[in-house]
């Protein structure tokens, strides 16, 4: 089955610089990536997804890149600012409908101002 | 205003109750899940369901119960079974593929 390795688990930036955060996979077949940011105490919120047929894919401050060949797909977030400071999941899928995702562990990331 | 629900946000019990923790949608989703969340854990998957009266075991189904009865419901029955029921319990649902989540219930067992 999938496995999602997430890292680093971690990451503490100043406000203003970048963060990235990485994930691979092992499953050939997963077609479809997003990323969940999670405050505390709340549901996780969907904030960017991207799928096989696509290489990047970005959304103002927050861009997603896939590298099918290496099994690897990478979260950066540009202009970093306090309120980014939450847990971040990566997750992978089959995307065959109603399939369930496979999430990473999670990155914890704190932006000081 | 279309969301998922969760209900309470607060629940508690005595050891060697059943707890049933409510998870409603009106997205007009097909599937839907209920994960559990520890502390410093990723989410992991307890029963997952892709149509009405049909539903899966996930990854850790051992103490836990689900019935699928209608599309907008998926209620979780935590039982005594479950040897660790103190956690973050998230339901979701999903239409091609992109998963929305609910605000989550906090059950403590005490």
Redesign the interface.
Known sequence: GENVEQHPSTLSVQEGDSAVIKCTYSDSASNYFPWYKQELGKGPQLIIDIRSNVGEKKDQRIAVTLNKTAKHFSLHITETQPEDSAVYFCAASPNQAGTALIFGKGTTLSVSS | DGG?T?SPKYLFRKEGQNVTLSCEQNLNH??M?WYRQDPG???R?IY????VNDFQK?DIAEGYSVSREKKESFPLTVTSAQKNPTAFY?C?S?I?????????T?LTVT
């Open positions: 998922i969760q097909d599937a899940y854990q990723g989410l998957l997952y369901s892709q149509i996930g998230l979701a999903s091609k593929g992109e998963q929305y989540f609910g605000p989550g906090r």
